[in-house]
């Protein structure tokens, strides 16, 4: 053995002999316990039961399990469907019955539309069904970059992104960008799919109250003084506001200047969902931006699904190409679910022609909206919500019976009433226990452009006589 190794074993044999007697003595301790833990079970053994075969068995057959989800009765409107039997255009045929559309989300009528059906049934026979795949995965087709492109030609941004499922673009998008620690400024009626999108980013979320620049700029402000407190942190903090262009549960626009001065006030990011306003809103149709004569560039992100204007499926978000790439990596929706079938984003692309053509649609369908909404101010018993270029109105009871069960019962009766004078329209659903603020009960009337004044009259009588009949009871 080397000196220098003998010389250290003398140094701990002394160091031992030098060390306090309870020093050893807790060290000793201690290395029983370690050893106690080392060899020792973790359980002890149940003790062996004395129960017979035939008494286990009894056990067995009296045990019932928990539910895996509470009792739903059989009338819930959950179980109970209207059937629609062929295309949801403007004549529908509900339950057998032909109806004139008040439900369908169909505001420029081009589900219908000869031209997008030919595309997509050339496209149905070019490239098959589905794509069996994702955008990474061998689910990038050549139509999908078509109508990236042109969508970002038509909102005049860098690029877009599209998605196979329109409720996934923005609950997608948002956890793409905000994270935990970062925070949210969000508007109290802000949709289902902005919401879990808030749940999915786990950063702390701050509701504002509905369209309340005021409300809005308090929390900013109280944020502001919060970051003066600790100015390091601050500075890795993201911090985003989130709304919508055209509110689908309240029926009304976002005072999109507001938000913009906010935002460079107060060095924060917008994101804007525009399901609603995307095709309805501006000279052009492109939304809330072209409607209030925003430079879109003042907004971070814009998403929309493509389900309701352009009467196809899925979604897509356009901003700055920095913004949008990033997606291409962290939007769930887009890297894991598969990618949009071919012949809907050739639909898509079709309904895009048709809208740039014929700019004039837009014109129509912002009339058709203010006509809808003069005829149905004053429906007994009814209140209208929505502004006049809201494309989907609601009608909430004046004076709620106090049970929302109710309500909708009540609500119910008037749809079914009009379900049978051929005029289809549909309550608004919610997820009553996920909401973060429930809307009250409504019927959702829904304009689009094949609709006739003539048709329009028919069906804001319908509702009247509903309203009289079953209201006054």
Request: aromatic share 8%.
């Amino acid at each position: 053995m080397a000196a220098g190794q003998q010389w250290v074993l003398v140094e701990m044999v002394q160091a031992f002999y030098e060390a306090p007697a309870y020093h050893l003595i807790l060290e000793g301790i201690l290395i029983l316990w370690i050893i106690r833990l080392l060899f020792s079970k973790t359980y002890k053994l149940q003790e062996r039961s004395d129960l017979t075969e035939k008494e286990k068995e009894e056990l067995i057959e009296e045990w019932q399990p928990e539910p895996l989800v509470p009792p739903v009765s059989k009338d819930h409107p959950s179980r109970n469907y209207d059937v629609v039997t062929g295309p949801p255009s403007h004549k529908i045929i509900v339950n057998g019955k032909e109806c004139i559309n008040f439900a369908s989300f169909n505001f420029l009528g081009l589900l219908d539309s000869e031209r997008v059906k030919l595309k997509a049934l050339s496209s149905l026979k070019k490239y098959g069904v589905g794509t069996c795949g994702p955008r990474g995965f061998y689910g990038t087709f050549d139509v999908h970059l078509e109508l990236e492109e042109r969508l970002a030609r038509f909102m005049g941004t860098e690029e877009a992104i599209i998605y196979s499922y329109g409720f996934a673009t923005i609950a997608s998008a948002i956890p793409a960008y905000s994270k935990r620690g970062d925070i949210i400024f969000v508007d109290e009626a802000a949709c289902f799919s902005i919401q879990k999108g808030l749940q999915a980013s786990r950063s702390f979320v701050k509701h504002f109250k509905h369209n309340d620049m005021e409300d809005l700029e308090r929390l900013l402000k109280e944020q502001e003084i919060e970051d003066q407190k600790n100015p390091r942190k601050a500075r890795v903090i993201r911090r985003f506001i989130v709304v919508e262009g055209l509110y689908i549960n309240t029926a009304d626009v976002c005072p999109l200047p507001d938000l913009v001065r906010l935002k460079y006030r107060y060095k924060v990011r917008i994101f804007l969902e525009e399901s609603m306003s995307f095709g309805v809103l501006g000279e052009h149709g492109r939304g809330v931006t072209e409607h209030f004569g925003v430079n879109i560039d003042d907004i971070d992100l814009i998403s929309a699904n493509m389900e309701n204007a352009l009467a196809s499926i899925g979604g897509f978000c356009c901003g700055r190409s920095f913004v949008i790439d990033h997606q291409r990596l962290s939007g769930q929706g887009y890297c894991f679910s598969a990618s949009l079938p071919p012949m809907l984003a050739s639909a898509a692309i079709e309904a895009l022609n048709i809208m740039e053509e014929d700019p004039g649609i837009f014109r129509l369908l912002q009339d058709k909206c203010k006509h809808v909404h003069k005829a149905l101010q004053g429906t007994p018993g009814l209140k209208l919500v929505g502004e006049p270029l809201a494309p989907a109105l609601h009608l909430q009871l004046e004076n709620s019976s106090g049970s929302r069960t109710e309500d909708l019962k009540l609500l119910r009766a008037i749809v079914d009433y009009s379900l049978d004078r051929q005029i289809a329209l549909t309550l608004a659903r919610y997820l009553d226990k996920e909401e973060r603020f429930l809307p009250p009960p409504s019927i959702r009337v829904v304009v689009t452009v094949e609709q006739t004044q003539e048709e329009i009259q028919t069906a804001a009588q319908c509702i009247r006589e509903a309203a009289l009949n079953i209201l006054k009871r």
